[in-house]
C-alpha cells in the first residue's frame, strides 16, 4: 500500500472560521510533510515532521498550526486564513525524516482549499 | 543563489515522437536531484532520482536522466511519448548537506494525437 490519503478533497471557509486538513498514511513511514501549491505553481514546502517532531517549518504563518497525534497521521489546522491562502494543500511522505529528503516522498491528491 | 530552473513553461510534443525536458540548478554542491510528474488533479510521483554514481538514471513509466555536473544541469528524457504522459513536470533539488528542497517552476507537456 503506497497511498496517502487527505480529507476533505475540497474545502471552503470563511476568513473566520477554523478548520483542519487531514493527512493518513499506513506505510510505516516516519516523516510527514506539508506543501502549498498554488495554481500554475510549483508546491512550496511548509512542514516536516520527522519521528512526530516539527523538525522544519519554512516561516510559514502562525494561522496555519500542524499537529502529528501519532506516525501515520497528520493534521494541518487553520484558523483567520486570508483569500491568498486559496491554494492545493499537498501532504506527503517518506520512510525515514532527518530533514535530508533523500527518501521517495509519496503524495496524497490533495486538498484544494477556497477562503472567501 | 540556490535556484532551480526549468527553462520551458509549455512543450507540445506528438505522440511518439521523443521528449527532453530541461532542468538547471545553481547550487554550491551538487545537490540531490530529482524529477516528479504531476498528473491533473492529482498529487506528485516522483520519476526518478539521483545522488551520485552514473550519471544515467532510469525511472519508471519509460524515462530517464542525465546529470551533467559540467552544465549544472538534469535533463528529462523519453524517447517515445504517449498520450498518458500529458501532465506538470517538475524538477526538484535537495541541498546537500541542509534542510532545503525547492521544485522548479515546472514544465506543462501537451501530447497532441
Known amino acids: 500500500d503506497t497511498e496517502v490519503t487527505q480529507t476533505p478533497k475540497h474545502l471552503v471557509m470563511g476568513m473566520t472560521n477554523k478548520k483542519s486538513l487531514k493527512c493518513e498514511q499506513h506505510m510505516g513511514h516516519r516523516a510527514m510533510y506539508w506543501y502549498k501549491q498554488k495554481a500554475k505553481k510549483p508546491p512550496e514546502l511548509m512542514f516536516v515532521y520527522s519521528y512526530e517532531k516539527l523538525s522544519i517549518n519554512e516561516s510559514v504563518p502562525s494561522r496555519f498550526s500542524p499537529e502529528c497525534p501519532n506516525s501515520s497521521l497528520l493534521n494541518l489546522h487553520l484558523h483567520a486564513l486570508q483569500p491568498e491562502d486559496s491554494a492545493l494543500y499537498l501532504c506527503?511522505?517518506?520512510?525515514?525524516?532527518?530533514?535530508?529528503?533523500?527518501?521517495?516522498?509519496?503524495f496524497g491528491p490533495g486538498t484544494r482549499l477556497t477562503v472567501l | 543563489a540556490q535556484s532551480v530552473t526549468q527553462p520551458d513553461i509549455h512543450i507540445t510534443v506528438s505522440e511518439g515522437a521523443s521528449l527532453e525536458l530541461r532542468c538547471n540548478y545553481s547550487?554550491?554542491?551538487?545537490?540531490?536531484l530529482f524529477w516528479y510528474v504531476q498528473s491533473p488533479g492529482q498529487g506528485l510521483q516522483l520519476l526518478l532520482k539521483?545522488?551520485?554514481?552514473?550519471?544515467l538514471v532510469q525511472g519508471i513509466k519509460g524515462f530517464e536522466a542525465e546529470f551533467k555536473r559540467s552544465q549544472s544541469s538534469f535533463n528529462l528524457r523519453k524517447p517515445s511519448v504517449h498520450w498518458s504522459d500529458a501532465a506538470e513536470y517538475f524538477c526538484a533539488v535537495a541541498a546537500r548537506p541542509g534542510n532545503q528542497f525547492y521544485f522548479g517552476t515546472g514544465t506543462s507537456l501537451t501530447v497532441i494525437p
Open positions: 506527503a511522505s517518506s520512510l525515514t525524516g532527518g530533514g535530508h529528503f533523500t527518501d521517495t516522498q509519496y
Open positions: 547550487y554550491g554542491a551538487t545537490p540531490y
Open positions: 539521483y545522488f551520485s554514481g552514473d550519471t
